[in-house]
């Protein structure tokens, strides 16, 4: 199932997206909240007639560097024996649509296209066995970095948490099994360019290490969301570029980026 986060007339629900063309999409709106139990309604609005939001509004976003082998070499990083976290805050959080707002204090912007797994419930130490039982879905993401401020600052919390710089979206799939989420395609292009191409497989620590990981450290909650990791290929954006991540069987999700006013 694709649950969608939409507003439409000033009110906001979740909706199950049903349809495969994309200009036949429709929503039907959830009763309640999707990490308990819920009912559809049976009450369908058109897709188009709405605007999409950031599919979950998450606590924390935890994300992970450096675990794709390829981009740790094109940035002249080595690659971490453990798994390497840190954070973007919930104000980083955007929506597939909106605006990436090109922070004044940095002249160096990237893209990196990202596989985002989104919490189901609360837990903590959760066991390897038990990781497939916490998760809600998969959405994309687009972990926006500030790459001469990430080098200069020599930690990570303005160049990669500014606000805008986590767009999610640009719905939650809550279908795919860990086995089918550890293989998928992950590409982004810019302007209708590809800029990265890969596969979920060529992560370094898989997507039960990471979460083992961080619950080991502190409570995950429902709509928490874990980014596992960019593909090698990121890059520059500029005012006016349309940046788009699309990982398979999940869809695409589409931002634009502008001067920050």
Same mark, same amino acid.
């Given at each position: 199932?694709?649950?969608?986060?939409?507003?439409?007339?000033?009110?906001?629900?979740?909706?199950?997206?049903?349809?495969?063309?994309?200009?036949?999409?429709?929503?039907?709106?959830?009763?309640?909240?999707?990490?308990?139990?819920?009912? *559809?309604?049976?009450?369908? %609005?058109?897709?188009?007639?709405?605007?999409?939001?950031?599919?979950? *509004?998450?606590?924390?976003?935890?994300?992970?560097?450096?675990?794709?082998?390829?981009?740790?070499?094109?940035?002249?990083?080595?690659?971490?024996?453990?798994?390497?976290?840190?954070?973007?805050?919930?104000?980083?959080?955007?929506?597939?649509?909106?605006?990436?707002?090109?922070?004044?204090?940095?002249?160096? %912007?990237?893209?990196?296209?990202?596989?985002?797994?989104?919490?189901?419930?609360?837990?903590?130490?959760?066991?390897?066995?038990?990781?497939?039982?916490?998760?809600?879905?998969?959405?994309?993401?687009?972990?926006?970095?500030?790459?001469?401020?990430?080098?200069?600052?020599?930690?990570?919390?303005?160049?990669?948490?500014?606000?805008?710089?986590?767009?999610?979206?640009?719905?939650?799939?809550?279908?795919?099994?860990?086995? &089918?989420?550890?293989?998928?395609?992950?590409?982004?292009?810019?302007?209708?360019?590809?800029?990265? *191409?890969?596969?979920?497989?060529?992560?370094?620590?898989?997507?039960?290490?990471?979460?083992?990981?961080?619950?080991?450290?502190?409570? *995950?909650?429902?709509?928490?969301?874990?980014?596992?990791?960019?593909?090698?290929?990121?890059?520059?954006? &500029?005012?006016?570029?349309?940046?788009?991540?699309?990982?398979?069987?999940?869809?695409?999700?589409?931002?634009?980026?502008?001067?920050?006013?």
């Amino acid at each position: 199932m694709r649950i969608a986060r939409f507003s439409i007339d000033g009110n906001v629900a979740f909706g199950a997206v049903e349809g495969d063309k994309p200009d036949e999409l429709v929503l039907d709106i959830i009763k309640g909240i999707p990490f308990a139990d819920f009912q *559809l309604s049976g009450t369908k %609005v058109p897709l188009s007639k709405v605007r999409l939001l950031p599919p979950v *509004l998450p606590n924390k976003v935890v994300a992970y560097g450096r675990n794709y082998a390829d981009h740790a070499k094109e940035l002249g990083n080595e690659v971490p024996d453990v798994p390497f976290a840190f954070f973007k805050p919930s104000t980083s959080v955007i929506g597939p649509g909106d605006d990436i707002q090109y922070p004044s204090f940095s002249a160096d %912007v990237h893209h990196e296209a990202e596989l985002a797994v989104v919490i189901g419930r609360m837990c903590r130490e959760v066991p390897r066995e038990r990781v497939k039982d916490v998760i809600f879905g998969y959405t994309c993401a687009n972990d926006i970095t500030a790459r001469d401020v990430q080098k200069r600052e020599k930690q990570w919390a303005r160049a990669k948490g500014f606000d805008t710089s986590c767009p999610l979206g640009p719905w939650v799939e809550t279908d795919l099994d860990l086995g &089918t989420a550890a293989d998928l395609t992950i590409q982004l292009t810019v302007n209708g360019e590809q800029r990265q *191409l890969g596969r979920t497989s060529e992560m370094i620590h898989p997507i039960e290490d990471l979460i083992v990981n961080i619950s080991e450290a502190m409570t *995950l909650l429902p709509g928490d969301v874990i980014l596992t990791g960019t593909p090698a290929g990121v890059g520059p954006l &500029t005012v006016g570029d349309e940046v788009a991540v699309t990982i398979e069987g999940i869809g695409t999700l589409t931002n634009k980026v502008v001067k920050r006013g």
